[in-house]
């Protein structure tokens, strides 16, 4: 699977594990960013980044870090079509996607030891989004329809 990668500096650790866990277990995976732990950046580009990457079909999901994984996930709601969300353990992590459809996960670097982050991660790429949960994700979907139109 092609998986969209980024993060702001203080989650440039943990995307750098996870991109490196990720092509270790086969995947394909598209860096945005950013490329250094020490020089500041702002997250909302790049939560943005890879909201857009998946929503264009650049990526079939994405991951994006900051120090806690609040600002890269405000940032990729904003996208239409993206549901990021804020995860920290495999429960959440399995939740996220089969309640969800959770298509960014996001996580903070400066909270989140690196095996509870690739365990996080395993959870929920091998979860499984539930149809049962359609019609709820439909109603997400027609909220980013209604509110574009509510903005012109
Ligand atoms: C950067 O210092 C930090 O504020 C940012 O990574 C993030 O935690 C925001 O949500």
């Known amino acids: 699977m092609r998986i ?18 990720l092509v270790a277990w086969g995947h394909d995976v598209l860096d945005l960013g950013t490329t250094s732990a020490t020089e500041p950046v702002d997250y909302p580009d ?9 929503v264009s079909g650049d990526a079939e999901l994405g991951v994006a870090c900051c120090g806690t994984g609040i600002g890269v996930a405000m940032a990729a709601n904003k996208v239409p079509g993206v549901r990021a969300a804020v995860v920290h353990d495999v429960t959440t992590g399995h939740l996220a996607r089969e309640h969800n459809h959770a298509n960014v996960l996001c996580m903070g670097g400066r909270l989140l030891g690196s095996v509870e982050a690739i365990e996080s991660l395993e959870a929920w790429l091998n979860a499984k989004p539930q149809a049962r949960h359609e019609v709820r994700i439909e109603k997400l979907r027609k ?10």
Do not use: C, M
């Open 4 to 21: 969209a990668l980024g993060s702001d500096h203080a989650g440039y650790d943990l995307k750098t594990l996870l991109k490196s866990t």
């Open 143 to 152: 909220l980013d329809i209604e509110l574009a139109n509510e903005e012109k």
């Open 46 to 54: 790049f939560g943005a980044a890879v909201g857009r990457a998946v």
